[in-house]
């Protein structure tokens, strides 16, 4: 009973510690937490951190917390201090974990408090090995179907966007088609190139060199407009197939879900300024993602889509939740 | 315009005073990165982005590069100094430069590192500059089967890293193999032996593992004997390596050069097979292979030049194809991405300054790296000389710390732990610890390359031997056994005893 008693009123003296603190936030470094190594969505914080030390004079921290496909850098900040001091920055990969995991230690949806997507995900490429014989998407479904033929498919892993969407492919159009997946973008390139696998799904800047250099042919973008670099390349849609409509690439910031709604409002308006500017927008532009910047209810919305979308697409792709 | 007048561009572009600093200054922080554990190049590079927004893409590649060659420059150092790799193709100069440190000799087993860095590093920037797409093609006939084969051979050549018997050899290297399953099966995405722990869901961090199997044991022994009170002497001409020493290292230098860079251009290998496969056929082709493992200079010259010639031959995939040979890779590309440069194959047409000034940079950050580290070495000497009872607390904090940076968790430390007891009672057995971290590194990549050929293939094993290449290395992998496995049975006929079944796999 004492116990709770303490308990209680040492939460409230928290909670009143938090509501004065609000007013003058951030006063000490703003930890910006990424479950994940060097590049992608570790970048995009790199970014917007150092964008908002210039616009702010305050200080911002990118700490990496890699593991477990992000579960360790977003747990840490679901059961961290709701001041607003400890944040997460994180893709969309954290949206599939639900229908991965069944002992996740937190809620995606409830534990967090969604704060801001700073970027739209980049459309995707399918791509064939130029020797294949199949110059379309129609030719590639009909040589797919053909149980003369055994199509492979290469992606960056279990359960990653590249494996997701050509699952969700296969199944709209009944496509039977082998996954082969691979660690990283680069060796499941390389295992297309040599014509070790057959098809690909490859988000746009790191198609591009491929395509133009005629080392993978693109059969199809996976968007509803045409890309306008590329116009030549019809969408899913002309080329005879439904779009996969995954968003698997978007990058956000969260916090815990108890954070004060000053410093939630504070956080995005701050963080619309930052991705307003030129120069960042330029710098994630010619990374090929998309500058967004929204509100924190907007980005709750894309985040509880893409439970929805990934979680199906995961079903689809036949995944055993571990 | 010709290559040559090309070069001479470059080092225009390369010796401008502001490409000039970014180069030093990535070299030294490389040489940084390259001596302290739990520090790696990935991180250093995070940190470093910011800065790159603000300069110019050139300087920004120069000096991320020079961060890169100039860890995979003086990686050696703590192998030999201090018994400790820091990356994994640093565990293969642990088993001769270590040897050498102790003989008094560290003086001369780094400046041989030093050396044959800097010759493989100088012919794999002349191999980028000449040879590049075409080696980039040729990189496309290695595939799942051709990858598995090396493996095997690999794995099979592990024999050679120990003196001891094969029976100990082969039940190391299947204990490594075994902690080599542990963590995330990428075919299936199921947890295999990590208790339920998020910790163990990417297998044993190397960097803590290593850190526990050499350094520490290395560190229990020494307290354990009276050798701890003895300080190593190195007396002056020991400093710089003597003529022998040179002619000695030559060849094994340009040989690992060779190998280094052919397996370079794989981007599915990394720098550990280079150097381990080059420490494997040094030890092979020797006259008296009893040396190795004992201080043979041979053992640091072409394990050293192998894992920088593939460091320089990595960067071709991302020239010539845009496809990042790792993590490190796609880290410069997205560097350059930013400033609006997409590397692949247009980048020698449409960005020619930053190309050829790369290449140039690279050769100027060779020579700053040997001049760097020459001198370097005799501090290095300085503190070996240092009573050991003022070195060893330095060394396990520096260690720990080490492994708490690689994750920032304190289970890493505790995994060091662990295996420092596990490999204090192998070293007590007198078992080698060197095929369980060599099996633990290439099981994982024969594993999934295997696994892969046969998904591939549709479940038909003759695909192994079906392709030229794959068929090649198997068969270099039986001969390999043949020679095993016949002097045993030849020796142990006329000269029964344990004697012969240590010494039966080296003579040939």
């Known amino acids: 009973m004492l116990k709770a008693i303490i308990t209680t009123s040492f939460a409230s003296l928290l909670a009143l510690g938090n509501a004065s603190l609000a007013q003058d936030y951030p006063s000490r470094p703003v930890h910006f937490v990424v479950g994940f190594g060097a590049g992608g969505p570790d970048t995009t914080a790199r970014i917007l951190a150092a964008q908002l030390a210039t616009q702010t004079g305050k200080r911002f921290v990118v700490e990496n917390k890699p593991g477990s496909s992000g579960i360790i850098g977003a747990e840490f900040v679901a059961k961290a201090a709701p001041d607003g001091y400890t944040l997460l920055v994180t893709t969309a990969s954290l949206a599939s974990l639900p229908s991965l995991q069944t002992k996740l230690p937190f809620d995606v949806q409830k534990s967090f408090k969604p704060i801001s997507q700073i970027v739209a995900s980049e459309a995707s490429f399918l791509l064939v090995y130029p020797q294949l014989p199949v110059k379309n998407l129609v030719e590639l479904m009909a040589y797919a179907k053909d149980p003369k033929n055994r199509v492979l498919y290469g992606s960056t892993g279990i359960g990653t966007g590249s494996h997701l969407r050509m699952a969700l492919f296969a199944k709209a159009n009944n496509v039977p088609m082998q996954h082969v997946p691979f660690k990283s973008p680069g060796e499941a390139a390389v295992s297309l190139i040599g014509g070790e696998t057959h098809t690909l799904f490859m988000t746009t800047t790191q198609a591009l060199p491929l395509i133009k250099s005629g080392k993978a042919r693109a059969v199809a973008y996976d968007y509803p407009t045409r890309a306008d670099f590329m116009p030549d390349i019809l969408t899913m849609k002309e080329a005879g197939s439904a779009p996969t409509d995954l968003d698997s690439g978007w990058h956000g910031m969260m916090g815990p879900a108890a954070m004060p709604e000053p410093v939630v409002k504070w956080l995005e308006t701050e963080i619309r300024k930052a991705i307003a500017t030129p120069e960042v927008r330029e710098r994630l532009t010619n990374l090929g993602l998309i500058p967004v910047g929204g509100t924190g209810e907007e980005f709750g919305t894309v985040l509880a889509a893409a439970v929805k979308g990934m979680g199906d697409a995961a079903r689809a792709a036949g995944i055993q939740p571990r | ?508």
């Open chain 2, 1 to 508: 315009m010709g290559v040559f007048d090309n070069i001479l561009h470059g080092f225009a572009v390369a010796l401008t005073p502001t490409n000039l600093m970014f180069c030093w200054i990535g070299a030294l922080l490389g040489t940084v990165v390259g001596v302290l554990p739990g520090i790696n190049v990935l991180t250093t590079f995070a940190i470093l982005l910011p800065l790159t927004f603000k300069i110019d893409p050139t300087a920004a590649i120069v000096m991320l590069s020079g961060v890169y060659y100039g860890a995979h420059h003086s990686l050696s150092t703590t192998s030999i100094m201090l018994n400790m790799p820091g990356e994994p193709s640093g565990v293969v100069i642990c088993f001769d430069g270590y040897p050498m440190a102790r003989q008094g000799r560290a003086g001369a087993a780094l400046a041989t590192a030093a050396l044959s860095s800097f010759f493989a590093g100088c012919v794999g920037i002349v191999i980028i500059a000449f040879f590049a797409p075409a080696l980039a093609d040729a990189s496309l006939w290695f595939q799942a089967p051709e990858y598995t084969a090396v493996c095997i051979l690999a794995l099979i050549g592990a024999s050679v890293v120990t003196s001891k018997s094969k029976i100990n050899t082969l039940g190391m290297a299947v204990i490594g193999l075994i902690l080599g399953t542990v963590g995330t099966d990428i075919h299936t995405g199921v947890a295999r032996f990590t208790f339920g722990t998020l910790e163990l869901d990417e297998g044993f961090d190397f960097v803590s593992f290593a850190a526990g199997l050499f350094a520490f044991v290395e560190i229990a022994f020494r307290l354990g004997s009276y050798d701890a009170q003895v300080q190593i002497k190195t007396k002056l001409r020991d400093l710089i390596p003597r003529w022998p020493d040179i002619k000695a290292a030559a060849m094994p230098t340009v040989r690992g050069t060779a190998l280094g860079a052919a397996l370079g251009v794989l981007p599915g290998t990394g720098p550990f097979v280079a150097s381990y496969s080059a420490y494997a056929l040094e030890s092979r082709i020797a006259k008296d292979p009893s040396r190795f493992g004992k201080g043979a200079i041979e053992g640091v010259a072409a394990p050293e030049a192998a894992n920088n010639a593939s460091a320089f031959t990595h960067y071709i995939p991302m020239l010539t194809l845009g496809i990042p040979a790792g993590a490190v890779f796609s880290m410069l590309m997205g560097a350059l991405m930013m400033h609006g440069i997409q590397p692949g194959p247009e980048i020698m047409t449409k960005h020619p300054d930053l190309f050829w000034g790369l290449i140039a940079s690279m050769w100027l950050g060779n020579l700053m790296l040997l001049v760097l580290n020459l001198p370097l070495i005799g501090v290095w000497i300085k503190l070996l000389e240092t009573p050991y009872r003022f070195i060893y607390p330095a060394i396990l904090l520096l260690t720990c710390i080490g492994c708490y940076a690689v994750h920032f968790r304190v289970f890493d430390i505790q995994v060091a732990a662990f295996v420092l007891l596990v490999g204090y009672v192998l070293e007590k057995l007198d078992c080698a610890p060197g095929p369980v971290i060599i099996a633990m590194i290439l099981g994982p990549i024969l594993e999934e390359n295997m696994r892969r050929a046969m998904l591939i293939s549709g479940g038909d094993a003759t695909v192994f031997l079906r392709r030229p290449i794959s068929a090649f290395f198997l068969l270099l992998s039986v001969a390999l056994i043949v020679t095993y496995v016949v002097p045993t049975f030849r020796r142990s006929k006329k000269k029964p005893g344990p004697e012969s079944l240590v010494e039966a796999g080296h003579a040939e």
